[in-house]
């Protein structure tokens, strides 16, 4: 029988305000909100399912930011991951490389979209983000960028100049420089069309001759799971073939079985020319990646000893060691059909709520779906309903108005359900 939520305490509990204290007091207070009523801080996790410090237990749609796909504390890449660790915990990135490097390597050429058979490992999504654009401008001689409101590809300075949430990027516009030319996001479920959308586009990037390439996420996932219309992405790989522009694809929240395919690009048939992917990549060990046709990536120079851009922590064994085990999950546990599946169930629950008065749409696709509400207070409320009993969910959209759905793609089919009923359950209270 399948486990849920079991809530014990007050929430957040004694322990969790306790730590609450502490953590105000040494922390950057920009870094972690803290309330009355929120957060809780986590103790353990184990598939679907989330213990935190005073022994409450909570059904997690979040998989930690779309992290944990393959199950929170799964057995196969915990056991690979200490493996590894008692052999060899840390490499010497750029030059003393490792056999499991050459081993992820050769097996992400194996699963992505053919084409895509040159990589650079990096740690964080940002960081993945940032050696894309390096690329483009190496394989272009171009230093522009066209990107779209509402994207988000991280909090570094480089990742922050294509960035489409004015948030967070307006306390640092002065050593920004030149941001990137901001295109619509065409939304499926506003009636936009992808012939319309891709219109706006090209008149927009028509009389420039300095664009490298257009960044784009296949579905927004930090600016409120929002589907282009089916096409959208084949129209911009034309259109990019049309101007002479890149195609740089941030994969990083929608890869590796969380929208049904293994990457989110397969279900529009098309191939960037550059890949973005992290999250669930190492399920919970941080590593992240780019993945280049090679004519794109060899525009890098031949290293003579100085690479142009790496990182102390570049190719880690372990986060090698953890990505090829997350892999090995994903095929032996079939996640990303399994996403597919669930996701049509998942999706049909969802349009129910459609009929509460303080629901204003939902859309998703797969495990990746979003619940948008009528203004970013009422979707906090949900948030601090759903947790104080048992169930984790987090807020999207520039303006935090769309509660974000992304569970661990094993997450139990009761479990599952249950989590729904008390996110309905959370919506009807906040009514």
């Known amino acids: 029988m399948e486990e849920l939520e079991r809530i014990v305490t007050a929430v957040p509990g004694p322990r969790s305000r306790e730590l609450a204290?502490?953590?105000?007091?040494?922390?950057?207070?920009?870094?972690?909100?803290?309330?009355?009523?929120?957060?809780?801080?986590w103790e353990s996790a184990s598939g679907a399912l989330v213990r935190d410090v005073d022994e409450n237990r909570y059904l997690d749609l979040s998989a930690a930011f779309g992290v944990a796909n393959?199950?929170?504390?799964?057995?196969?890449?915990?056991?690979?991951?200490?493996?590894?660790?008692?052999?060899?915990?840390?490499?010497?990135?750029?030059?003393?490389?490792t056999e499991t490097r050459v081993r992820l390597l050769e097996k992400l050429g194996d699963i992505l979209p053919e084409g895509l058979d040159k990589f650079f490992l990096a740690?964080?999504?940002?960081?993945?983000?940032?050696?894309?654009?390096?690329?483009?401008?190496?394989?272009?001689?171009?230093?522009?960028?066209?990107?779209?409101?509402?994207?988000?590809?991280?909090?570094?300075?480089?990742?922050?100049?294509?960035?489409?949430?004015?948030?967070?990027?307006?306390?640092?516009?002065?050593?920004?420089?030149?941001?990137?030319?901001?295109?619509?996001?065409?939304?499926?479920?506003?009636?936009?069309?992808?012939?319309?959308?891709?219109?706006?586009?090209?008149?927009?990037?028509?009389?420039?001759?300095?664009?490298?390439?257009?960044?784009?996420?296949?579905?927004?996932?930090?600016?409120?799971?929002?589907?282009?219309?089916?096409?959208?992405?084949?129209?911009?790989?034309?259109?990019?073939?049309?101007?002479?522009?890149?195609?740089?694809?941030d994969e990083i929240f929608t890869g590796f079985g969380r929208t049904g395919t293994r990457f989110a690009v397969e279900h529009d048939r098309i191939v960037p020319d550059i890949l973005c992917i992290g999250k669930a990549m190492g399920n919970g060990f941080p590593i992240s990646a780019v993945a280049a046709r090679a004519s794109v990536m060899d525009a890098w120079p031949m290293s003579t000893g100085e690479a142009l851009h790496t990182s102390t922590y570049l190719g880690n064994p372990m986060g090698c060691a953890a990505a090829l085990a997350t892999i090995h999950e994903h095929e032996r546990l079939a996640l990303p059909e399994r996403a597919r599946r669930m996701g049509l169930s998942l999706g049909s629950r969802l349009d129910g709520m459609r009929?509460?008065?303080?629901?204003?749409?939902?859309?998703?696709?797969?495990?990746?779906?979003?619940?948008?509400?009528?203004?970013?207070?009422v979707a906090e409320s949900v948030v601090k309903r759903a947790l104080a009993t048992g169930l984790i969910v987090l807020a999207a959209g520039p303006s935090g108005d769309t509660i974000s759905l992304s569970p661990p793609l094993t997450i139990g089919e009761g479990q599952l359900s249950r989590a729904i009923d008390l996110l309905e359950a959370a919506v009807r209270s906040v009514e």
């Open 21 to 41: 204290s502490a953590l105000r007091a040494h922390e950057s207070r920009n870094v972690t909100y803290l309330g009355d009523d929120f957060p809780v801080f």
């Open 70 to 97: 393959a199950g929170h504390g799964n057995p196969y890449v915990v056991t690979a991951i200490a493996r590894q660790a008692e052999r060899l915990a840390h490499g010497m990135g750029d030059v003393h490389p």
């Open 123 to 249: 740690t964080t999504g940002s960081e993945a983000v940032e050696a894309a654009l390096k690329t483009a401008m190496l394989a272009t001689g171009k230093a522009r960028f066209a990107a779209y409101r509402g994207a988000y590809h991280g909090l570094s300075l480089g990742a922050l100049t294509v960035s489409g949430i004015d948030t967070f990027v307006d306390p640092f516009c002065k050593v920004l420089g030149e941001r990137a030319i901001l295109l619509e996001y065409p939304h499926a479920l506003a009636g936009t069309t992808a012939e319309a959308a891709i219109a706006s586009a090209r008149a927009e990037l028509a009389l420039r001759d300095d664009v490298a390439a257009i960044l784009i996420e296949p579905i927004q996932g930090r600016g409120g799971c929002i589907v282009p219309p089916a096409g959208y992405l084949a129209a911009v790989r034309a259109l990019c073939d049309e101007r002479g522009m890149l195609m740089i694809v």
């Open 355 to 377: 009929a509460l008065r303080n629901v204003a749409g939902v859309r998703g696709r797969g495990m990746l779906w979003g619940i948008v509400m009528r203004d970013g207070a």
